[in-house]
Structure formats: structure tokens, C-alpha cells
């Protein structure tokens, strides 16, 4: 069984749902908190014990190339004047060289494709997937958890978390066979169901390690929820054919699919913070009268 060193992260999408703060930056590149969020995303990867990085771009995304890459004046200047200290923040965006790829999507044809378009650089390995749109408080981070869970059963692995049943329409959902712990064996996955006929209210949380056998299913995967090639579908295909589990995660996910989602996520990390925690929940009280 092979282990976990490729993850690739599909950053294509346009942001149309947080425009304006999308027009002239990646939503990506949007800050939650202190810093941009897809830096929580990567920080998470890495403690998983991912090693190379494949970002899925378009257009308009060179901010986050930019972002992982050394910035000289910055940096230099920052060390002339001794700030050690906000140098070292920087470390997290300083990736060791040769350690991060990127590819383009030339068409916003769906997840499933903008993943299909990262398999050359994945190869023939075992691989995770993390959407960045959603951002999940938890140690260890999310997509460690389920690296565990992989390394005991060598199955594909989703997460999962319950959602409110009204709002299962914006989500991949599972329909749950038998649980096992944490873990969840499946009988199906459906993307956007409609809100009476979802099998469950647990949703596909944006993070997968996948066999690079998902390559064969998206390579001919008809259009789906939306118009779109998608990813659940594709799964529920390989479902058929391999060992699938699905983990209910340690942890809290944030949704920055949304305006209050980003907030959400704002306010969450910054409570969390261990220098700027108990500021931040002083700041929120008093806001709140
Ligand atoms: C994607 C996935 C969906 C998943 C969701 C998590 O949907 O297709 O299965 O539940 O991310 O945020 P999107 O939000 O890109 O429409």
C-alpha cells in the first residue's frame, strides 16, 4: 500500500458566490483571519504528510503561485531590519523548492475534471484531494485522520460531516450502509440531491484520498448535477469496484463557499488563535453589545 505524498488542490473556480472581494484576487487568496485561506488548506496537507502539491488553476489565479514563492524585497528587507519574528510567519508560504506543481483546467467543465486534469503529475499512486473551499479546524488536521483510517484498511476514504437536512442540496451526499467507529461503510454517494430524496444529511466534506483508478472512471464520466463532470459521480462508479469508506472527522468544518461562510471561518480561526484568542472573543462580545 502506498503512501500519501501527492495532494492536489482544484483552485479554478471563479468565486462568483463572494464577488466582489473575487474580481481582481483568487477567492483563495481571500484572507481568513491572519493569513489566506488556502494556506490553512496546505498547513492541514502538510501535517498529513503530504509532499508535493498540485494546484488545478485558471485564469486569473497567478496570486497563488505568487503566494508560494520566495518574495526577495520582502524578504530581505524584513531581515535587514532584524523582524525575525514576521519572517518566520512566512515560512509556511516558503515551500521547499520543486514541491509544488501547477496545471491549468482550460474550461470550468467540474470538479471531476479539474481532478482528471492533475493525473499525469499524480502518476500511478494513491493521492489526496482537498477542496479549499472548505476550511476545518481539527488536530490532527482533517486529512491526517483519514490518512490513519487509510493506513489501516488501504481504502479509498472520504470525510463526512452531518449538514442541516434543508441544506443537503448543496452538497455530495453519502447513503450510509453500517458504521464501524468512526468509520462509515457506503452503499451509495449522490451530488445535490434534491431535499426529500437525500439518502442522508452527511455530507462529503471536500477532502478524499483516492486510488489513482478514479483516473479510469473520470476519464469518460458523462455530466451530471449542474451540467457538470463530477467527482461523486465518478466515485460512486469506483464504489462498485473497491473498498470505500467514509470518516466522520474530529473537527470543525467551515464553509467558505459563502459570504458568512468566510465570516464564519474568520471568526472561528481567529478565536482559536493562541496569541490573538481572548482579544478576538473580547472584540466579538463587545461588538454584540
Ligand atoms: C463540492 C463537491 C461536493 C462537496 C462540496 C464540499 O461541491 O462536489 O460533493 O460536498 O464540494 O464543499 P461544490 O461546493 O464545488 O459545488
Redesign the pocket.
Known amino acids: 500500500m502506498g503512501r500519501i505524498r501527492k495532494a492536489v488542490l482544484p483552485v479554478a473556480g471563479m468565486g462568483t458566490r463572494v464577488l466582489p472581494a473575487t474580481k481582481a484576487i483568487p477567492k483563495e487568496m481571500l484572507p481568513v483571519f491572519d493569513r489566506p485561506a488556502i494556506q490553512y488548506v496546505v498547513d492541514e496537507a502538510r501535517e498529513a504528510g503530504i509532499e508535493h502539491f498540485v494546484f488545478v488553476t485558471g485564469r486569473n489565479k497567478g496570486a497563488i503561485e505568487d503566494y508560494f514563492d520566495r518574495s526577495y524585497e520582502l524578504e530581505t528587507t524584513l531581515a535587514e531590519k532584524g523582524k525575525t519574528a514576521i519572517l518566520e510567519e512566512l515560512e509556511p508560504s516558503r515551500p521547499e523548492p520543486g514541491t509544488m506543481s501547477f496545471v491549468r483546467q482550460q474550461a470550468p467543465l467540474g470538479?471531476g475534471h479539474a481532478i482528471w486534469c492533475a493525473r499525469d503529475i499524480i502518476g500511478d499512486e494513491p493521492f489526496a484531494i482537498l477542496?479549499p473551499?472548505?476550511l476545518v479546524d481539527a488536530k490532527p488536521s482533517c486529512l491526517a485522520q483519514m490518512v490513519a483510517v487509510h493506513e489501516e484498511t488501504g481504502a479509498n476514504v472520504i470525510a463526512v460531516n452531518p449538514v442541516p437536512k434543508d441544506e443537503v442540496n448543496k452538497?455530495?451526499v453519502i447513503d450510509p450502509a453500517e458504521r464501524i467507529g468512526s468509520r462509515i461503510r457506503m452503499k451509495g454517494m449522490v451530488?445535490k440531491p434534491p431535499v426529500e430524496s437525500a439518502p442522508s444529511n452527511l455530507?462529503?466534506?471536500?477532502r478524499y484520498i483516492l486510488n489513482r483508478s478514479i483516473f479510469d472512471y473520470l476519464e469518460d464520466q458523462a455530466a451530471g448535477a449542474g451540467g457538470e463532470i463530477?467527482?461523486?459521480d465518478a466515485m460512486a462508479r469506483l464504489m462498485e469496484k473497491e473498498a470505500f469508506d467514509a470518516v466522520e472527522f474530529e473537527g470543525t468544518p467551515y464553509?467558505c463557499?459563502s459570504k458568512l461562510g468566510y465570516l464564519e471561518a474568520s471568526i472561528g480561526f481567529a478565536l482559536a488563535n493562541r496569541e490573538h484568542g481572548n482579544d478576538a472573543r473580547a472584540l466579538v462580545k463587545s461588538m454584540l453589545g
Not at 455530507?203 to 471536500?206: H, L
Open positions: 470538479l477542496l473551499d472548505v452538497y455530495g451530488e455530507s462529503i466534506t471536500g463530477q467527482l461523486t464553509d463557499g
